[in-house]
């Protein structure tokens, strides 16, 4: 071969690898991709967003119904990748269990602004219930009863410690746990009768939009101050973030802000397949993806954003 045939080979071979995909595909164990999700709607709402677009990339994301404790239990054990709802300060043991034992790293902060503690309907709070302190005189009003969500979730466990040490004269009160929906249920059989109710509430949720709502004063000591604020953050299983590296970037990426959330609960609360309100508004907020995707494949190394905005035909 001549030096011309020897130019022209090369040419046509550098211009081949250019169309080639700039990064090598993902580690074929990240394809499926394991989460949790203890059963809240927020979480639900957040799992649908990464679902849909980890999908779209050509992962298969496996997203499995766990409590609190047990999910992070499957984390320790190399059963679950990612979570994205830890709740901080509510779930401080359990992050400081699991860091002490190095089985996770934290991904990123996905939400700011978030609140969590207990909270009553604002009828009751005109009744002069604004406080941790006010319960106790108004036992009988409220069965002596204090709403919680389901079994095992660090917030009840902050309840009963306070039942337990009778702080604020609570001492002979019962915490009731069930899930998100049927305490929500029995919030909206007392709202109906005006009747007095006392239960855990927290932002994001449309429980806020869909009750008039206010949250107690006085619980620092077990929520944190500002009505237990919180931030929420995503935590992958130790050493999946560098076995999947593209993967990891598009949880990085992954931020949330309260309206977003607020409206896919809603959708969700209403009857909409998570999966279903996750696209719906994902085409409609399309200005989202190029900073969640900024830096991610598809999981055979193609472009991205590309693969993601034509699954949902934009």
């Not at 550098?14 to 595909?25: F, K």
């Not at 990123?108 to 609140?115: S, V």
């Not at 004269?169 to 929906?181: C, K, P, T």
Request: proline letters at 4%.
């Amino acid at each position: 071969m001549n030096a011309v045939s020897t130019c022209l080979a090369l040419g046509l071979f550098l211009s081949l690898a250019g169309m080639a995909p700039v990064q090598a595909a993902e580690d074929e164990a990240c394809k499926v991709i394991r989460m949790s999700d203890p059963g809240w709607t927020d979480i639900t709402a957040t799992n649908a967003v990464a679902r849909v677009l980890l999908e779209a990339l050509g992962y298969e994301p496996d997203i499995k119904t766990l409590s609190v404790p047990i999910g992070y239990e499957s984390m320790k054990n190399g059963e679950i990748d990612i979570f994205l709802g830890n709740w901080m300060p509510a779930q401080s043991a359990f992050i400081e269990d699991l860091q002490k034992a190095d089985a996770v790293e934290i991904v990123n902060r996905n939400l700011d602004g978030a609140k969590f503690t207990l909270a009553v309907p604002s009828y009751v709070a005109e009744r002069g219930i604004k406080d941790f302190s006010d319960l106790q005189t108004h036992g009988e009003e409220f069965e002596r009863l204090i709403y919680g969500i389901e079994t095992g979730a660090p917030a009840n466990a902050s309840i009963e410690k306070m039942i337990g040490a009778n702080d604020f004269g609570l001492g002979d009160w019962q915490l009731v746990q069930s899930s998100e929906q049927a305490m929500l249920a029995q919030v909206e059989r007392a709202a109906q009768k005006e009747a007095a109710i006392v239960f855990l509430a927290w932002a994001p949720h449309p429980m806020n939009n869909r009750f008039d709502i206010t949250y107690l004063s006085g619980g620092d000591a077990y929520f944190g101050p500002n009505y237990g604020g919180a931030e929420v953050y995503t935590l992958a299983r130790t050493g999946w973030t560098k076995m999947c590296p593209n993967g990891a970037n598009l949880f990085k990426n992954l931020t949330f802000d309260m309206a977003m959330e607020n409206t896919l609960m809603g959708k969700i609360l209403e009857g909409d397949k998570p999966e279903e309100a996750a696209a719906a508004w994902l085409s409609e907020n399309p200005q989202s993806l190029d900073k969640w995707l900024a830096g991610v494949t598809t999981f055979d190394g193609g472009p991205g954003l590309d693969s993601v905005k034509a699954s949902l035909g934009l």
